[in-house]
């Protein structure tokens, strides 16, 4: 690679970077960060489009063959930043703190660089600016809208920073990578009475105590325990005062399921078992799902293909397998759904790292910003 170009490249990624943090946006909501990012394109003399609101595309090299694309998520988080940091976040209660400002930034340095010997790529290569990554979601829509379609997608790669990483590293893994998630709410019905009577009443308390607890066999005994799955109650509510039995409780919480083969069957037996219990305690109760993102599964021959090359590329030393996937979620498993894909986790760990990824005080080294735009740019390059 031509390392005199990068050293260029990077100061204009940092500033790209140091913009997007300022001015975080939220969900499918994101039209300055857009705006930074289709600017940023024109100054590159790229060409780009809209195909959803605040979802960019742009096109590089030959336009006739098979596209390989390469995705970057926009959106922040409601957080309250507490770095300290001279571009900290001018927006009160919210932050960059799953580091999508670098995604973007990473992924314009890479066109920077593709732009600069565009003649010598040797297919077509799709550039994917998506919002509402942290819900609800802006890959799907733009899949709908034909992200994937013209020029035919054959292949992709993101990338996240991964605060375990220290900077300068990249992390491959392959399979199912990280979760669905899917957030529920239960409403139980019982019927009210006084406190010293129970037998007069039916304590919706009681009930979904049972239900928290029996839940929890699904992991314990339905499902194999080598296939990771979490049931979280996140919220209860209900009741009125000590000596009244409650006539009705509201619990929420999420699922969290890596197999894809095995959500449609978690979330039936969930219900089933949920309106069961509350049944045998004599309440009702109505269970409501709200489906999430679906597992991320990286394509193993298309992870071990990127793995490969990154290593040749960046050095051996550079480049490791992770041992474990990730209970979080991810929507670019829509595309993984569609064609091989693979997540490339990018180290941002230096000497200032405080915290992780969604803490208020997640700080990135920004010497990364230069292996993520390398790993794009090799990708483009190369596969
Ligand atoms: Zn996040
Ligand atoms: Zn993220």
């Known amino acids: 690679m031509n390392e005199t170009l990068w050293e260029e490249i990077q100061p204009w990624m940092v500033n790209i970077r140091r913009q997007i943090h300022q001015q975080p946006e939220l969900g499918l909501n994101t039209p300055k960060t857009a705006d930074l990012v289709e600017r940023s394109l024109d100054e590159l003399g790229i060409h780009h489009c809209r195909i959803i609101e605040n979802g960019v595309v742009a096109q590089m090299g030959p336009k006739e063959g098979e596209a390989v694309l390469l995705r970057a998520d926009m959106d922040g988080l409601p957080v309250a930043e507490q770095t300290n940091l001279p571009f900290s976040s001018r927006v009160p209660n919210r932050m960059h703190a799953c580091g999508h400002d670098a995604h973007t930034a990473m992924l314009l340095g890479a066109a920077y660089y593709l732009s600069r010997s565009e003649s010598e790529l040797t297919h077509p290569v799709t550039l994917m600016f998506q919002p509402g990554e942290e819900g609800p979601g802006g890959a799907l829509p733009m899949i709908e809208a034909g992200v994937l379609d013209n020029p035919p997608v054959s292949r992709a790669v993101m990338t996240h920073v991964d605060s375990e990483l220290p900077w300068g590293h990249i992390g491959v893994f392959s399979g199912p990578a990280m979760a669905s998630a899917n957030d529920f709410t239960i409403k139980v019905y019982g019927q009210g009475g006084h406190g010293a009577h129970p037998q007069l009443g039916v304590d919706a308390i009681v009930a979904s105590s049972a239900i928290i607890q029996g839940c929890q066999t699904l992991v314990s005994r339905e499902q194999n325990p080598v296939e990771s799955l979490v049931i979280t109650f996140g919220t209860i509510h209900g009741g009125y005062r000590e000596n009244v039995i409650a006539d009705y409780v509201e619990l929420t919480g999420t699922i969290r399921i890596l197999s894809p083969d095995k959500v449609d069957l978690i979330l039936e037996r969930f219900s089933q078992l949920v309106g069961q219990i509350a049944q045998s305690y004599r309440a009702k109760a109505d269970v409501e799902i709200i489906r999430g993102y679906p597992p991320l599964v990286a394509d193993a021959q298309w992870t071990n293909r990127v793995e490969a090359l990154l290593q040749r590329e960046l050095g051996p030393q550079s480049v490791r397998r992770l041992s474990a996937p990730s209970m979080g979620a991810e929507d670019f498993a ?20 405080v915290r992780g990824i969604h803490s208020s005080q997640f700080n990135l080294d920004e010497r990364a910003l230069i292996t993520g735009a390398k790993a794009y740019a090799l990708v483009a390059y190369y596969l």
């Open 334 to 353: 829509y595309i993984a759904q569609r064609v091989p894909a693979t997540n490339l986790h990018v180290g941002v760990v230096g000497p200032n790292f």
